[in-house]
């Protein structure tokens, strides 16, 4: 069989796929953030380190990721940032909303995550990063309340106010392009209703003050307005609403969510599909959290909690499929706590005990520790995701589609199309993602057949 090989570089500003038009990632990308708390500030402090050459973009699969093209003996793997074009790193700009009146420096030393030593080397453009008047309602995380908070006659009005940063920032940045990311804190648990169910319905419950419209909706809606594609990084329902759905359709802005997978649920969503594989049953699997960052501290009214239980219960149901396999999984007990425990700041501990079992039903056990660190784990992540929502925004083929599923890599509890179950495998979610860059490019998508090699 003859080898081909090929230079790996590809010209990713210029080439034009088979599949549709990707526009050149010219000029500034404007990063909007609500909530400038630890995940916020560990990722804009560390993309200003990578920038000046002080750390490396580690756990970032935009900016160290390969992508393998055509047949395994073609050698082709070009890094995922020259196949497809990114933004760089040094086009990047920055501003959040928060409660507290933080600069990002300051609300980085507060975090605890980065070590002064290499706060203080950024520290000029840190503090240059201050925070807008945050839309917040304290009904919607009741364990905060601070003092930077926008007053307005109504939702709609505050909605307004929004729309106006937003406008303001893409001046004062001089950003082409822009991307909204929440890194708030955690709302309250809330399943979508009437005031949900339409644009129109949804601009009616804005202007009537409606208590089901929650802030983390009103910076979605007025990012949307703005033909913003917005992320959402907490378990909030916030844009995974039917109105939101419709304008982010409309307004060809690009969304995806919810809840960065970052610690204890990514190792769930690795080793759950290696039982499944090996057909190795299960009845137990405890999930202990604690952790002492003011996350942690949200996360202690129920309310609160709940949204997240939700977030993270999901992910074993869909990869193990009971009812495909009732003898091994239909009697699962699934248990997931979170303990706030302020001595350990943002450096979490989570145990997981896994009881298993194999043939003949003999049962063993498996115990995880992982001492894991919240917010390094996440802002990768948050680097990735704005990137990549830019890509999608500039894709003739992505940017009418709403919610990009091929984004659930990232996310504990990922967005789909109505009717559809969410993807938590995370080796079929980067499948998925590899595939829909090597779509949009024109390249052949790998399906590990791989007969040909033995024609
Ligand atoms: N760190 C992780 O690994 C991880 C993983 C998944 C999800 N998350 C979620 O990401 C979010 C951020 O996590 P964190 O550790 O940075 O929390 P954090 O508490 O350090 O930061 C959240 C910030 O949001 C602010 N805030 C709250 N409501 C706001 C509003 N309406 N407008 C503007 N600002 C608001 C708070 O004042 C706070 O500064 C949380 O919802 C968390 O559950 C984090």
């Not at 395994?72 to 070009?78: F, H, I, L, Q, V």
């Not at 706060?119 to 601070?146: C, E, M, T, W």
């Not at 940045?173 to 991307?179: E, N, P």
Request: charged share 25%.
């Amino acid at each position: 069989m003859a080898t081909r090989t090929r230079n790996t570089k590809v010209d990713a500003g210029q080439r034009t796929s088979q599949r549709g038009d990707i526009a050149p990632a010219k000029g500034k990308l404007g990063i909007m953030i609500p909530g400038m708390g630890a995940v916020a500030t560990t990722f804009v402090a560390g993309v200003e380190a990578i920038r000046r050459g002080l750390a490396q973009p580690v756990g970032s699969l935009s900016q160290s990721g390969t992508i393998r093209l055509g047949r395994r003996t073609d050698a082709r793997s070009p890094k995922i940032n020259e196949f497809v074009p990114l933004s760089r790193l040094n086009d990047l700009a920055f501003t959040g909303w928060d409660i507290f009146e933080d600069d990002m420096y300051a609300a980085a030393l507060n975090a605890g995550v980065l070590e002064k030593t290499l706060l203080d080397q950024i520290k000029p453009f840190l503090q240059s990063i201050k925070p807008r008047k945050a839309v917040f309602d304290h009904n919607y995380v009741r364990k905060l309340d601070g003092p930077n908070v926008k007053k307005g006659k109504n939702k709609r009005d505050l909605a307004e106010q929004v729309r106006a940063d937003i406008r303001d920032f893409r001046k004062q940045s001089k950003a082409d392009r822009l991307v909204m990311i929440w890194c708030g804190s955690t709302e309250i648990f809330a399943t979508p209703g009437r005031a949900h169910s339409s644009p129109k319905a949804f601009e009616k419950a804005l202007l009537a003050n409606d208590e089901d419209i929650a802030p983390s909706m009103i910076y979605a809606y007025a990012a949307l307005c703005e033909g913003v594609p917005f992320a959402n990084g907490a378990p909030n329902l916030t844009v995974d609403i039917p109105a939101l759905h419709e304008l982010s359709r409309q307004n060809e802005a690009p969304i995806c969510g919810k809840d960065f997978k970052t610690g204890q649920t990514l190792l769930k969503t690795i080793l759950a599909p290696g039982f499944k594989a090996r057909m190795l049953g299960l009845n137990g699997w405890f999930s202990t959290n604690i952790l002492g960052n003011r996350d942690g501290e949200v996360l202690e009214d129920p309310a609160s909690f709940k949204t997240k239980e939700e977030s993270k219960l999901g992910v074993l149901e869909q990869i193990l499929q009971p009812k495909l396999h009732p003898e091994l999984y239909g009697d699962l007990y699934h248990k997931v706590r979170i303990n706030y425990y302020p001595p350990r700041g943002d450096n979490k501990e989570g145990w997981d005990n896994i009881d298993i079992f194999g043939w003949l039903g003999y049962p063993m056990q498996i115990k995880v520790d992982f001492l894991c660190r919240d917010s390094i784990l996440a802002a990768p992540l948050v680097l990735d995701l704005v990137l990549f929502l830019d890509l999608a925004h500039r894709s003739s083929q992505l940017r009418g589609l709403g919610i990009q599923e091929w984004l659930s890599f990232y996310f504990k509890s990922p967005m789909t199309a109505p009717g559809l179950y969410p993807e938590h495998d995370l080796f079929i979610q980067l499948m998925k993602l590899k595939n829909t860059l090597r779509h949009l490019r024109g390249e052949e998508l790998i399906t590990h057949l791989g007969l040909e090699y033995y024609d």
